[in-house]
């Protein structure tokens, strides 16, 4: 893959990135928190119904997509079904329990909210598998493109809202996201039009659905496990606290997620050109196990730093938004470690043994269950981060031993310390005073410093290079 197909990925990323830096800050300013908690539980559910109904079958296609010489057939068998029942199902519910959705997403009895929230979840799980399209084409400009187009809708919703002074409520809310979310399906139909028509003309072949569904339906259970591991905290923030620290708490989420903007663009082409590497030219452990110090190290001062400025966040947002600067570390954290455990759990994905990240899902899910049932009665927000953090640790650390298990050339485990130990701090940072806080993570910017010093002279050696052949 050429750096100009990695920089026309980053450009969903980073588009959406900066256009959400722009979004959110407006609507913690127009919307109350507890609107901005039901989205979050909207968000979560557009989640939880592309793993429910995709059942794995998205990530069959990825696996197989090199290998497979009748593409477009390997398209139509393993997504037309999934779409089929996808609309069957959802639109059941909405005729025979129309207030059901809304009821249980929002708290608020509303016909209307439950039938644009299932147009927007019969839109995503379309979008899931059109997205994967342009992905595993290296279409990376069309990619980018269909991710920023719905955050630009979004943002002039919002926008239109405030000046035409339009109803700042759950509906407007609601409303401006299910629409950026359908959006984004056509945009994807229209880019993805021409595989599509050949998909169409393609034949049935059951050989390819159960190839997939082996493959891919142990994946259903890993992927609902990691849903659980990723949401437990919100769900608990939404039962056994208010609707006003879910708000706080998602905010700071957000925040976290445009921050990991390397994040995004990493995992997109992170597992695809592994299994590229696998089909043609083989695996080079060394060259993997390199790559997995150096997205710790990039992981670890990324943190350190947000710990050194998270104040700076508290500037944009009303002053009910001013824990964002304790939590943001935490949350930061939570999904780097995912990122770094698709590096060193990616000996899983290559021996086809998927149960292996069913089980590290399943044992993380736990610990932020079992946290989050102590902590948030008492913490609210912060117990949700302290929860949320601990979990993704424990998960990176099983994805690791297991790939590990399977592919014994593997050995990551030189870079448990460094993860450690800014978990440790990210923790300590919800509670501490300021004082010690700056204390700790100038402490940790200077053991950074040593312990990757190598990663940091390759960087500078790049960087003298470059501008010597600038100059």
């Given at each position: 893959?050429?750096?100009?197909?990695?920089?026309?990925?980053?450009?969903?990323?980073?588009?959406?990135?900066?256009?959400?830096?722009?979004?959110?800050?407006?609507?913690?300013?127009?919307?109350?928190?507890?609107?901005?908690?039901?989205?979050?539980?909207?968000?979560?559910?557009?989640?939880?119904?592309?793993?429910?109904?995709?059942?794995?079958?998205?990530?069959?296609?990825?696996?197989?997509?090199?290998?497979?010489?009748?593409?477009?057939?390997?398209?139509?068998?393993?997504?037309?079904?999934?779409?089929?029942?996808?609309?069957?199902?959802?639109?059941?519910?909405?005729?025979?329990?129309?207030?059901?959705?809304?009821?249980?997403?929002?708290?608020?009895?509303?016909?209307?909210?439950?039938?644009?929230?299932?147009?927007?979840?019969?839109?995503?799980?379309?979008?899931?598998?059109?997205?994967?399209?342009?992905?595993?084409?290296?279409?990376?400009?069309?990619?980018?493109?269909?991710?920023?187009?719905?955050?630009?809708?979004?943002?002039?919703?919002?926008?239109?809202?405030?000046?035409?002074?339009?109803?700042?409520?759950?509906?407007?809310?609601?409303?401006?996201?299910?629409?950026?979310?359908?959006?984004?399906?056509?945009?994807?139909?229209?880019?993805?039009?021409?595989?599509?028509?050949?998909?169409?003309?393609?034949?049935?072949?059951?050989?390819?659905?159960?190839?997939?569904?082996?493959?891919?339906?142990?994946?259903?259970?890993?992927?609902?496990?990691?849903?659980?591991?990723?949401?437990?905290?919100?769900?608990?923030?939404?039962?056994?606290?208010?609707?006003?620290?879910?708000?706080?708490?998602?905010?700071?989420?957000?925040?976290?997620?445009?921050?990991?903007?390397?994040?995004?663009?990493?995992?997109t082409i992170w597992a695809p050109l592994v299994y590229k590497w696998q089909s043609t030219q083989g695996i080079e452990f060394d060259k993997l196990n390199s790559i997995a110090i150096n997205v710790v190290a990039i992981v670890y001062f990324i943190v350190v730093l947000s710990g050194l400025?998270?104040?700076?966040?508290?500037?944009?947002?009303?002053?009910?938004?001013?824990?964002?600067?304790?939590?943001?570390?935490?949350?930061?954290?939570?999904?780097?470690?995912?990122?770094?455990?698709?590096?060193?759990?990616?000996?899983?994905?290559?021996?086809?043994?998927?149960?292996?990240?069913?089980?590290?899902?399943?044992?993380?899910?736990?610990?932020?269950?079992?946290?989050?049932?102590?902590?948030?009665?008492?913490?609210?927000?912060?117990?949700?981060?302290?929860?949320?953090?601990?979990?993704?640790?424990?998960?990176?650390?099983?994805?690791?031993?297991?790939?590990?298990?399977?592919?014994?050339?593997?050995?990551?485990?030189?870079?448990?310390?460094?993860?450690?130990?800014?978990?440790?701090?990210?923790?300590?940072?919800?509670?501490?005073?300021?004082?010690?806080?700056?204390?700790?993570?100038?402490?940790?910017?200077?053991?950074?410093?040593?312990?990757?010093?190598?990663?940091?002279?390759?960087?500078?050696?790049?960087?003298?290079?470059?501008?010597?052949?600038?100059?």
């Amino acid at each position: 893959m050429n750096k100009r197909i990695i920089l026309n990925y980053a450009i969903g990323p980073v588009g959406s990135g900066l256009l959400s830096l722009i979004s959110l800050p407006l609507i913690t300013w127009f919307y109350s928190a507890e609107d901005i908690g039901r989205i979050s539980i909207f968000q979560i559910y557009i989640n939880f119904c592309i793993l429910l109904f995709c059942m794995g079958l998205d990530q069959a296609y990825v696996r197989d997509y090199h290998e497979s010489q009748n593409k477009a057939e390997l398209l139509k068998n393993l997504s037309f079904p999934i779409i089929v029942l996808t609309i069957i199902v959802l639109l059941g519910v909405l005729l025979i329990f129309p207030n059901f959705i809304s009821s249980h997403l929002y708290d608020i009895n509303s016909i209307y909210l439950s039938s644009i929230t299932v147009l927007a979840f019969i839109a995503a799980v379309i979008s899931r598998y059109l997205s994967l399209i342009l992905r595993m084409q290296e279409k990376a400009l069309q990619f980018s493109m269909s991710q920023i187009l719905p955050k630009i809708l979004f943002l002039i919703f919002i926008v239109n809202v405030v000046v035409f002074q339009i109803a700042r409520d759950t509906n407007s809310l609601v409303t401006a996201n299910a629409l950026s979310v359908i959006a984004a399906c056509l945009v994807y139909i229209w880019n993805t039009r021409h595989e599509l028509k050949s998909a169409l003309q393609s034949r049935i072949n059951t050989e390819v659905l159960r190839k997939g569904f082996i493959f891919g339906f142990p994946l259903l259970f890993s992927s609902l496990a990691g849903w659980g591991l990723g949401v437990a905290d919100r769900l608990f923030l939404k039962n056994y606290s208010t609707l006003s620290e879910l708000g706080i708490y998602s905010v700071t989420m957000s925040v976290a997620t445009v921050a990991t903007l390397f994040a995004g663009i990493f995992n997109t082409i992170w597992a695809p050109l592994v299994y590229k590497w696998q089909s043609t030219q083989g695996i080079e452990f060394d060259k993997l196990n390199s790559i997995a110090i150096n997205v710790v190290a990039i992981v670890y001062f990324i943190v350190v730093l947000s710990g050194l400025f998270s104040w700076i966040v508290t500037f944009f947002f009303p002053a009910q938004y001013s824990n964002i600067q304790y939590l943001l570390p935490a949350c930061l954290l939570a999904p780097l470690l995912y990122t770094v455990s698709e590096v060193t759990g990616i000996g899983i994905s290559l021996s086809r043994r998927t149960v292996f990240t069913m089980f590290s899902s399943l044992i993380a899910m736990t610990v932020s269950i079992a946290v989050c049932y102590f902590m948030v009665p008492l913490f609210g927000a912060k117990g949700a981060a302290c929860a949320t953090v601990l979990a993704f640790f424990v998960f990176y650390i099983a994805r690791s031993e297991f790939s590990k298990l399977l592919i014994p050339e593997f050995n990551f485990r030189s870079i448990y310390m460094a993860t450690l130990l800014i978990l440790i701090v990210s923790i300590a940072n919800l509670f501490l005073t300021d004082i010690l806080r700056y204390a700790l993570w100038i402490i940790l910017l200077f053991i950074g410093l040593v312990i990757f010093k190598t990663p940091l002279s390759q960087v500078q050696d790049y960087c003298s290079n470059y501008l010597k052949r600038k100059s």
